[in-house]
């Protein structure tokens, strides 16, 4: 049964194989297969011929809970490999285990069932909520261990036998048996792998299988971010930042669209605005009669040059990220975004024909007045009063979530009336004004975000509870009474010399 028909899928014969890895994305297809880390490493693993990579996803309609590729359940499997992009995702990662037969929590897995791994930002910045449900985390990369994990799991006979071993490895962290773990990560992208045959669903524009940016050749051009915003897990766990060179990032393109016949590319990056060729890359790719699609760009690095090769490449969005709208809040929270920068910004890519414009914004910062909050609606009119017409400036304003390892670790936040009070000022401001569409996280999420962000072993019980009764905020308030789980711990801010669930892990070694 064929769920998702794909180009470039990769079947292998089962019998020919010596370790056979579950690729676990613990969101649907389309989140999955939208970035790069999905194709990465299911063109990592592939490329051995010991070894066989099967993607799983949560189904999108009524497909299973199976592999992809063979319709396998997860328990046939030696390997259960996790990314964890995003805290919300965590109780899927039990879920998915559950549906399959696995048994979720480590001590009841046996020397037969899949070794699960788990890896990326969330792994990497805390791993103590999934602690007793994963069998070890990969610090940092996955590119400089992950082969060494699938060598020794071929030598052990076993998946899950003498896994202790596996903590003398750099960049593993097995719960129970390491006392600390250094982070890993590529010195040099010009010398890393990129995919590629990359897998593009052959589905129609409206499906709910295709992914955010349609069929696109992913390209990722840099990795990590020297900023240090003082909010942003990637800008602390994710250093330094490296960049490939034009010169392979071109030799990827050309390459790639030879195995990956699409008319997009998306260029990726987490400080993509920092990639000192962008202008010369994005012209390259135009020249060639491509679609282009960018993340996220800073506005000082918005020039008519580079508006005019996304013109050309149909992009029609463009995200900026100020995330806070007053010098002062821009000062607490790092981010060196003048005002100016912004509107010239704006004024360049209207001109140049770009004429929707998205623009983030956070509320809940250290220090922040209602002034600060009512700013936030009059600097987004001051952009939109450049020339911006109906539904054109789409704001997304969310609480911030501290996370682990950056300045803000034991920032107590605000209470939910008070962040919902900012949110009411803030579209009191823009009422009547159908120049802006405006979406918003629900502080009582953001309220279980920080407690997944920052939690201890013991948010693992409620992240079960969540993941056997379905979810919702109902069910996560359950889960916390049921489990004895006081959130107040989590949201209420850390004392200054109490110990930190991530302590362990050693990001700058
Ligand atoms: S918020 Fe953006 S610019 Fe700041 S550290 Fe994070 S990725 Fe870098």
């Known amino acids: 049964m064929v769920v998702v028909p794909e180009l470039n899928v990769v079947k292998k014969d089962w019998r020919r194989v010596d370790v056979k890895v579950a690729l676990c994305y613990p969101n649907v297809y389309r989140a999955g297969m939208t970035g790069l880390t999905v194709k990465l490493l299911y063109a990592l693993l592939n490329a051995r011929r010991d070894v066989l990579c099967e993607r799983f996803f949560i189904p999108t309609l009524r497909e299973g809970w199976r592999s992809l590729e063979s319709n396998q359940p997860l328990s046939r499997f030696d390997v259960a490999a996790f990314t964890l992009q995003y805290e919300e995702d965590y109780p899927n990662v039990i879920r998915m285990m559950l549906k399959s037969g696995v048994p979720p929590r480590r001590e009841d897995r046996g020397e037969d069932d899949p070794l699960v791994i788990a890896g990326g930002p969330c792994a990497t910045g805390n791993p103590e909520p999934l ?52 982070r890993v990560w590529v010195r040099s992208l010009d010398e890393a792998p990129h995919p590629l045959a990359q897998q593009i669903p052959l589905v129609d524009d409206g499906s709910p299988y295709m992914p ?39 030799s990827i393109i050309d390459e790639g669209l030879k195995y990956t016949p699409v008319r997009k590319v998306s260029v990726i990056g987490a400080s993509l605005f920092d990639y000192r060729h962008l202008e010369e890359l994005c012209e390259f790719i135009v020249s060639r009669g491509l679609e282009i699609s960018v993340s996220s760009l800073s506005p000082e690095i918005i020039t008519e040059r580079l508006a005019d090769s996304l013109v050309k490449g149909g992009q029609r969005t463009v995200t900026v990220a100020p995330d806070a709208a007053t010098p002062r809040m821009r000062s607490a929270i790092g981010k060196m975004i003048e005002e100016e920068a912004l509107k010239d910004a704006a004024r360049t890519l209207l001109s140049r024909g770009i004429k929707q414009l998205k623009i983030y914004f956070m509320i809940g910062l250290p220090g922040e007045t209602p002034e600060d909050v009512v700013e936030i609606a009059d600097l987004s009119k001051r952009v939109a009063d450049l020339g911006y017409g109906y539904r054109s400036v789409h704001l997304s304003i969310n609480p911030l979530i501290p996370k682990p390892h950056t300045p803000f670790q034991r920032m107590k936040i605000p209470a939910v009336s008070y962040l919902r009070d900012s949110m009411r000022l803030i579209k009191k401001r823009l009422r009547g004004d159908r120049r802006f569409v405006i979406d918003t996280l629900d502080p009582r999420h953001a309220q279980i975000q920080t407690l997944l962000s920052l939690g201890d072993r013991e948010v693992g019980r409620a992240i079960e509870f969540v993941a056997r009764h379905c979810g919702g905020l109902g069910c996560w308030r359950r889960a916390l009474k049921e489990c004895g789980i006081r959130l107040e711990k989590y949201i209420g801010g850390m004392d200054p010399e109490a110990p930190l669930p991530w302590d362990k892990i050693r990001i700058h070694p």
């Open 131 to 182: 602690a007793d449900y994963v069998d070890l985390f990969v610090i940092g990369e996955a590119e400089p261990v992950i082969g060494r994990i699938i060598d020794w799991v071929r030598s052990s006979g076993k998946p899950r036998r003498g896994i202790e071993e596996l903590a003398d490895l750099r960049g593993v962290y097995v719960p129970g048996v390491s006392d600390s773990a250094e």
């Open 212 to 250: 955010v940016f349609g069929r696109a050749f992913t390209v990722e051009a840099v990795r990590g971010c020297g900023r240090s915003c003082r909010f942003c897990l990637i800008g602390h766990i994710w250093r330094p930042k490296r960049e490939r060179s034009l010169e392979k990032m071109l």
